[in-house]
């Protein structure tokens, strides 16, 4: 069973930065990983993705510019830096793999097989 162990988030004012990482049991360079949030009673929507046979991302448009993924293969750990916050990116963040090989960037949900267990990040104004 792949594990994908979350650390970082926190609060933080407006304008301030965090970055999350997520370490995963199973390194596999052929598939994807992304970020994604979710907030009470919304549904869960992806914020970044990356291949991790290079480094090819793909972010939606309210955190294009502000948010940056990366990956380091030799930690097996996918990062997210998160700059310049914003009241409206509170949410809980969670970390997610794809079971097989990825052959194009996706940020919908049923692309990745594997989550990690969530982490809170929230902005104040």
């Known amino acids: 069973q792949v594990q994908l162990n979350q650390s970082g988030g926190g609060s933080v004012q407006g304008g301030g930065s965090l970055k999350l990482s997520c370490v995963t049991s199973?390194?596999?360079?052929?598939?994807?990983m992304a970020w994604f949030r979710q907030t009470l009673g919304k549904e869960r929507t992806g914020v970044a993705t990356?291949?991790?046979?290079?480094?090819?991302?793909l972010y939606s448009d309210s955190v294009n510019g502000r948010f940056t993924v990366s990956h380091d293969s030799r930690k097996s750990t996918l990062y997210l830096e998160m700059k310049n916050l914003r009241p409206e990116d509170t949410a809980v963040y969670y970390c997610?793999?794809?079971?097989?090989?990825?052959?194009?960037?996706?940020?919908?949900?049923?692309?990745?097989?594997?989550w990690g267990q969530g982490t809170q990040v929230t902005v104040s104004s």
């Open positions: 997610a793999q794809t079971k097989d090989v990825c052959s194009s960037l996706s940020l919908r949900s049923y692309a990745y097989f594997f």
């Open positions: 199973w390194f596999n360079p052929g598939g994807c």
């Open positions: 990356i291949y991790l046979a290079g480094t090819s991302t």
